[in-house]
């Protein structure tokens, strides 16, 4: 069993549709859970992070954690094309960045206008 | 935010050759440095950690004498694919950060082609 499961898409939406990118994990020991943004032919960019359990917002972005169910869940709103992206989501067990990160495989997302 | 750049962003090598990726933090000085390496839709995966003045960490499974990490600079990393075969085509990317308790900054990836 991968430590990290995410559903790779792709993942169609109409403008203005809400979102929902989720992984699993197996790792109880995980604390701190990120999701990362990668467009085309680039590095991951930082979306959000969020420690142990709970909800994160920042504008349309939405991070929860439910360590109960090892369930992390990414929602967009009002999504854009500019959203378009695969995302990716990355967990550690300690907060340093240089603790090592597992990623999920990423999730494609395309939204049309 | 913080910039790290790499070069080159696509190089096409043929079989045998040895191809170097260079990881530059332009802006802030990077006491680690990381390297992963992605295939299309699978994981980004750690191969190995770097921390300026040191040997680097490699992750289980990777051959160290066949992926040459060198950290000689707080703002410079380089990755050496040394015969180099067509399996070792993917997308290099490094990400880099000031201290354990900083953020990490990703490079924009480097594509490897082995003919």
């Known amino acids: 069993q991968k430590e990290v499961e995410q559903d790779p898409g792709p993942l169609s939406v109409p403008e203005g549709a809400i979102v929902s990118l989720n992984c699993t994990y197996s790792?109880?020991?995980?604390?701190?859970f990120m999701w990362y943004r990668q467009y085309s032919r680039k590095g991951p960019e930082l979306l959000m992070y969020t420690y142990s359990s709970g909800n994160k917002e920042d504008g349309r972005f939405t991070a929860q954690v439910d360590k109960s169910s090892k369930y992390i869940s990414l929602f967009i709103r009002d999504s854009q094309p500019s959203d378009s992206a695969t995302y990716l989501c990355?967990?550690?067990?300690?907060?340093?960045?240089?603790?090592?990160?597992?990623f999920g495989t990423g999730t494609l997302l395309a939204v049309q206008p | 935010g913080a910039v790290v750049s790499q070069h080159p962003s696509r190089v096409i090598c043929k079989s045998g050759t040895s191809v170097k990726i260079e990881c530059r933090s332009l802006d802030f000085q990077a006491t680690t440095m990381f390297w992963y390496r992605q295939f299309p839709k699978k994981s980004l995966m750690l191969m190995a950690t770097?921390?300026?003045?040191?040997?680097?960490?490699?992750e289980q499974g990777v051959e160290k004498d066949k992926f040459l990490i060198n950290h000689a600079s707080l703002t410079l990393s380089t990755l050496t694919v040394t015969s180099a075969h067509p399996e070792d085509s993917s997308f290099y990317i490094c990400?880099?950060?000031?201290?354990?308790?900083?953020?990490?900054?990703f490079g924009e990836g480097s594509r490897l082609t082995v003919l």
């Open positions: 990400s880099a950060t000031t201290s354990d308790t900083g953020e990490l900054f």
């Open positions: 990355a967990m550690s067990v300690g907060g340093g960045a240089t603790n090592k990160l597992i």
């Open positions: 790792n109880s020991a995980f604390q701190y």
């Open positions: 770097s921390n300026e003045g040191s040997k680097a960490t490699y």
